[in-house]
């Protein structure tokens, strides 16, 4: 009896982990209101054609790409952080007054700075 | 590693020997730029093409920034696109891409992304002949 309520902790905490990193992170916060409500996810299979949007992330990942430079990666982060703070605002006025079609355009765009977040985190730890 | 999770060859020599990295003057007349992304894995694809006189494309170019299947995709689309026409490459299926890097299931969407490129890419120079010409929604 005593391994089935062993099971049972690691399975809710595991859970609670789970729930508490969902909750903590902007981007996957708001993917799982979206499903809360009901929305369907971006899909795999889906295809952006925001030209001034993409273009603008291309061009972070060209500078992002280029040879270490301290100064650049600095500014870089500032961009990426402004950046991420201003959609989390507006994620948030858009669920506020329910424009969920709306939030879901904007955590599209947060995926695309979360991912450059995690390049900019690989590239300043030392190889 | 995982036979089941093993990168596929011809992916690992599209990472590691890209073919055709970079970019076309996107003010030439006759370059067409298609820039896509997938917002469910956040991949950004820039597929470049220039066309000449007759019609076929003679030269193309792409910058990816996500995942080696994603950039295999559109390294293969740049060499596949090359001496076809604008018509004949716009017949090419993402279904050939992943077929010839031997896609898995879940890096199927990074082939369709590479076709929605080549798609943006010709649409855009079609455009650019005749910008009078009222052009078609774009799928979004």
Known sequence: RLQKEQYYSEQHSSLINKAYQTLLNPLSRGLYLLELNGVEPAQETDCDADSVFLMEIMEINEKLAEPENEAILEEIETLIKVKQEELTKEVTAAFERDDLQEAKKLLAKMKYFANLEDKLKNKKIPS | ?140
């Open chain 2, 1 to 140: 590693v995982a036979t089941r999770d093993a990168v596929p060859r011809q992916v690992v020599d599209h990472y590691e020997n890209p073919r055709n990295v970079g970019s076309l003057d996107r003010n030439a007349k006759n370059v067409g730029t298609g820039l896509v992304g997938a917002p469910a894995c956040g991949d950004v694809m820039k597929l470049q093409v220039e066309v000449d006189e007759n019609g076929k494309i003679v030269d193309a170019r792409f910058k990816t920034f996500g995942c080696g299947s994603a950039i295999a995709s559109s390294s293969l689309a740049t060499e596949w696109v090359k001496g076809k026409t604008v018509d004949e490459a716009l017949q090419i299926k993402n279904t050939d891409i992943a077929k010839e890097l031997c896609l898995p299931p879940v890096k199927l969407h990074c082939s369709m992304l590479a076709e929605d490129a080549i798609k943006a890419a010709l649409a855009d120079y079609k455009l650019k002949q005749d910008p009078n010409k009222e052009e078609p929604e774009k799928k979004a």
